[in-house]
């Protein structure tokens, strides 16, 4: 990647180009028809306009203006290496939940000082990891936790910056029950009646300096509520910590992620009565305010471009079968996700179908019984909404190599992940292992 491929556009206007538009019939990434990516690329591809991610981050950045905050992205919603750049180059920290996370991040130009490390299973090895590192922040979610990594920072002398992840064990509504993490008896965080403890527990231990108070209560919400409801659970532990003389280390109040993003026609968070409940609160507790978005940031900055293969009928079904598969997007099979899908070109009248890969299961679809233009084999199709948990789930089931990436920005395109290769498949692999006894 060339010097200043992310940057030069960085102060412009947001452009009339910006984003999946379509011109003349045909859908566009920013200035550059998918149809000329699907030539440059090939299919399956994943596709991305680093302008969303501009536009996305400015309003959240924006809507939080009023006090100090810093958004930390979310690796794990995807990781591209490119993505991250261009994240940090927009001031952004991260946040992580792994080791392999961190690496990541370090490949991408961030410092220590830029990583919330977060996660319910970390390893010794991670946290000594975290240490080295000089983290700004590890969220600790268990007492258990908190003892190991003060044993490890007493190892090196080091002091620690910790905020406990509490579970604020509030009502959340996700659209699937596996993307909800704040509800009392979830594995995530210490649950709210043991934080207090655990706060003084943090207090006394060297090694540890009580930072912040944490939480993340689920992802795709499109109701604020919860994130007031959590909020005023933090900042009453934050008084309770304070009244038994532990707080006055506190620095930070992390909000977590979740915001959600528009896949079909369900409303998008609203931001403005987000930030009318978030940022007097914040401002009020005197604590930096810091969030982890991950899906709002990159979600609809990404689509999946797929071929047609074959249509077929069967037991009284249209299929459209198509190149890309669940071991590109999970998400349909995963969480019974909706994701909009779009033939690129103009197409013929709308027939009602099932669009499904070409994985041996029955669980490989990206959509049932859905309205979708008429296709022939060799179309291309778009589908939206992939820009988080959407490569960095990708698998090579059926010794299908993984997709490429590509960014797009204005007219430009950069390959920011080559297609795996067949090799790739079976590099860390050996027909004839060495055989030895333990
Ligand atoms: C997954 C995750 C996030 C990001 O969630 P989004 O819904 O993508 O915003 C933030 N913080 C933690 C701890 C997470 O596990």
Redesign the pocket.
Known sequence: MGEGLLTSHRDAAPRAEAGFVRRDGWLHADAVALADIAGFAGTPAYVYSASVVRAQYARLDAALEGVPHRLHY?V??NGNLALLALLRELGAGV?I?SAGELYRAQRAGFGGRDVVF??VGKTVTELEQAVAADVKLV?VESEAELRLLADVARRVGRVVPVAL?VNPEVEVETAHHY?R?GARGDK?GIPYDEAREVARLASSLEGIRLAGL?M?I????TRIEPYADGLARLLELRANIDADGGGEGLRYLDI?????VTYDAESEADLDAFARIVVPAAKASGLELVM??????V?NAGVLLTRVLYRKRSGGKDYVITDAGMTELLRPSHYNAFHRIEPIGPAGEAGVVDVVGPVCESGDFFARDRSLGDVEPGDLLAISSAG??GAVMSSQYNARPRVPEILVDGERVALARERESFEDLVRHENATPEWRTL
């Open positions: 979310s794990k919603a946040d939940v977060s996660g969220n992840r993307t993490t995530f944490d993340h689920g992802s795709q919400l977590g992620g979740g915001l959600g982890e978005p991950g899906r709002f940031l979600g988080a948990y």
